[in-house]
């Protein structure tokens, strides 16, 4: 169904309402993993917990994406994009006063719960808005406003940590917040509820969140057994939630679109391309900052290397997808970065700044050139009536290889550093550990070539 006529007032106040809020959630990750070293002195936590301060938003926001997707469909997406933007902002004011690093932890948890809900109905309303030949260049303006998030984080970021202090950073997000809901509530009328009057699966969201958190507090508590237990059984039940949805009449993730093979592997693709580079940040933050001795704010601009090479070159690549065949530039998207990783396993407490600045360099452009044409892939694999659940799934496989990436990192760290804050004395464990996890990012990088290349065979 074609979306009403929209006057101009209200398809631009939509855009910047998007926008705005698309800039929230990438640009807080982003400064928020400069702001470890400062928060960890301050708090004076092992390096254990303090990874978790940047997954705890993470893993809320995957556990809680699909289920409020569904949602937004069923009782309006306007509704639950502002408790949104309403759970985010205070989440965001609790978490700048936070006390101890266990209550930030909780409170970067609500606030990945209003960040899911920001982030699977801002698209939406974009596409509702605006008729298709205006479309394309709407989701594009939404989507380079992440880029510039993950650009500015890292600068930003470390400007206002050095001189303003990490908690500094949340309190920002407050009228930005206010100025979003504001906007919403004055231009903003409709609801677009396509689905009202359909049954929510809430046995299936419990499901996927229980699953999910199994399966992250196992590799965060490995190689205890009680981890190794987790992480089977959180893997089990996942396969266990995938017959479930099967089954039922108004799933909360249709599995059946999985049958096409160039929509299945390409999602593949995005959650090993995802579960390889996400945690490139926050590890080249704590060797910046520890072993290189580097203020945040210097660390920041070396960062920053990365998300601008991503912004550069994603545009370019999605245009490049219309001509040619997408998967194959996502594998060579997927090849530079499987480069970029290799470099990183190999810096030491010697190596040049101008080398980081390389590795990042080249993991930006393989991640621009995977991401647009990894997407043009998979939503040019289904049909139109399942544009909405494709682009969903795009979301979920972002979500999830951005927790399992950290959740790599937390495992390795957690075997090889221990539950300790990191001091000189642990210098050398924290490089060691960074060693491991490039490598294993390296290998799963390599093997994500292959995923993005598979096609669907057309049929006679």
């Given at each position: 169904?074609?979306?009403?006529?929209?006057?101009?007032s209200i398809k631009i106040?939509?855009?910047?309402?998007?926008?705005?809020?698309?800039?929230?959630?990438?640009?807080?990750?982003?400064?928020?993993?400069?702001?470890?070293?400062?928060?960890?002195?301050?708090?004076?936590?092992?390096?254990?917990?303090?990874?978790?301060?940047?997954?705890?938003?993470?893993?809320?926001?995957?556990?809680?994406?699909?289920?409020?997707?569904?949602?937004?469909?069923?009782?309006?997406?306007?509704?639950?994009?502002?408790?949104?933007?309403?759970?985010?902002?205070?989440?965001?004011?609790?978490?700048?006063?936070?006390?101890?690093?266990?209550?930030?932890?909780?409170?970067?948890?609500?606030?990945?719960?209003?960040?899911?809900?920001?982030?699977?109905?801002?698209?939406?309303?974009?596409?509702?808005?605006?008729?298709?030949?205006?479309?394309?260049?709407?989701?594009?303006?939404?989507?380079?406003?992440?880029?510039?998030?993950?650009?500015?984080?890292?600068?930003?970021?470390?400007?206002?940590?050095?001189?303003?202090?990490?908690?500094?950073?949340?309190f920002a997000m407050i009228?930005?917040?206010?100025?979003?809901?504001?906007?919403?509530?004055?231009?903003?009328?409709?609801?677009?509820?396509?689905?009202?009057?359909?049954?929510?699966?809430?046995?299936?969201?419990?499901?996927?969140?229980?699953?999910?958190?199994?399966?992250?507090?196992?590799?965060?508590?490995?190689?205890?057994?009680?981890?190794?237990?987790?992480?089977?059984?959180?893997?089990?039940?996942?396969?266990?939630?995938?017959?479930?949805?099967?089954?039922?009449?108004?799933?909360?993730?249709?599995?059946?679109?999985?049958?096409?093979?160039?929509?299945?592997?390409?999602?593949?693709?995005?959650?090993?391309?995802?579960?390889?580079?996400?945690?490139?940040?926050?590890?080249?933050?704590?060797?910046?900052?520890?072993?290189?001795?580097?203020?945040?704010?210097?660390?920041?601009?070396?960062?920053?290397?990365?998300?601008?090479?991503?912004?550069?070159?994603?545009?370019?690549?999605?245009?490049?997808?219309?001509?040619?065949?997408?998967?194959?530039?996502?594998?060579?998207?997927?090849?530079?970065?499987?480069?970029?990783?290799?470099?990183?396993?190999?810096?030491?407490?010697?190596?040049?700044?101008a080398f980081i600045t390389?590795?990042?360099?080249?993991?930006?452009?393989?991640?621009?050139?995977?991401?647009?044409?990894?997407?043009?892939?998979?939503?040019?694999?289904?049909?139109?009536?399942?544009?909405?659940?494709?682009?969903?799934?795009?979301?979920?496989?972002?979500?999830?290889?951005?927790?399992?990436?950290?959740?790599?990192?937390?495992?390795?760290?957690?075997?090889?550093?221990?539950?300790?804050?990191?001091?000189?004395?642990?210098?050398?464990?924290?490089?060691?550990?960074?060693?491991?996890?490039?490598?294993?990012?390296?290998?799963?990088?390599?093997?994500?070539?292959?995923?993005?290349?598979?096609?669907?065979?057309?049929?006679?």
């Open positions: 169904m074609e979306p009403k006529r929209t006057d101009n106040a939509a855009l910047l309402v998007a926008t705005l809020a698309n800039f929230l959630t990438p640009f807080m990750s982003s400064a928020v993993n400069i702001a470890l070293p400062a928060i960890g002195n301050e708090f004076a936590t092992s390096a254990i917990l303090l990874s978790w301060v940047p997954t705890s938003f993470l893993l809320a926001a995957a556990m809680f994406a699909v289920p409020f997707g569904r949602i937004s469909d069923i009782y309006g997406m306007k509704k639950i994009f502002n408790y949104g933007i309403i759970i985010f902002t205070i989440a965001s004011f609790l978490s700048a006063v936070a006390p101890s690093a266990e209550s930030l932890i909780i409170f970067r948890i609500i606030q990945g719960i209003g960040g899911a809900m920001i982030f699977v109905t801002g698209l939406a309303i974009i596409t509702s808005v605006y008729p298709p030949q205006e479309r394309g260049k709407a989701i594009g303006i939404n989507i380079a406003t992440v880029y510039i998030a993950l650009s500015l984080g890292p600068v930003l970021g470390g400007i206002m940590t050095q001189y303003l202090g990490w908690r500094s950073l949340f009228p930005l917040g206010i100025l979003i809901l504001a906007l919403t509530y004055w231009k903003l009328n409709d609801e677009w509820a396509e689905c009202k009057g359909e049954k929510f699966d809430i046995k299936g969201s419990i499901f996927y969140s229980v699953v999910l958190v199994m399966v992250m507090y196992g590799f965060s508590t490995l190689p205890s057994i009680s981890g190794i237990i987790l992480v089977i059984a959180g893997i089990i039940g996942f396969i266990g939630f995938l017959m479930f949805e099967l089954r039922i009449e108004s799933p909360v993730l249709n599995v059946k679109l999985f049958k096409n093979k160039s929509f299945a592997f390409s999602n593949l693709a995005a959650l090993i391309n995802y579960s390889a580079t996400f945690a490139v940040t926050f590890l080249l933050s704590l060797y910046l900052q520890y072993i290189k001795a580097l203020d945040p704010l210097s660390a920041g601009i070396i960062l920053v290397a990365q998300p601008v090479m991503m912004a550069i070159f994603a545009p370019i690549a999605g245009k490049l997808s219309d001509k040619f065949v997408p998967q194959k530039l996502a594998a060579f998207g997927m090849a530079l970065s499987t480069v970029g990783l290799l470099l990183f396993a190999f810096i030491n407490e010697t190596t040049s700044i390389v590795g990042l360099v080249v993991i930006g452009i393989g991640f621009g050139f995977f991401s647009s044409p990894n997407t043009n892939a998979i939503m040019g694999s289904v049909e139109r009536r399942f544009f909405g659940v494709a682009s969903a799934m795009v979301s979920t496989m972002r979500l999830l290889g951005q927790t399992f990436s950290m959740g790599l990192a937390l495992m390795v760290f957690a075997i090889f550093i221990g539950n300790v804050q990191i001091t000189t004395l642990q210098y050398p464990a924290l490089l060691n550990s960074i060693h491991i996890v490039f490598i294993i990012s390296t290998i799963l990088c390599f093997v994500g070539i292959f995923a993005a290349l598979v096609q669907q065979k057309p049929k006679n």
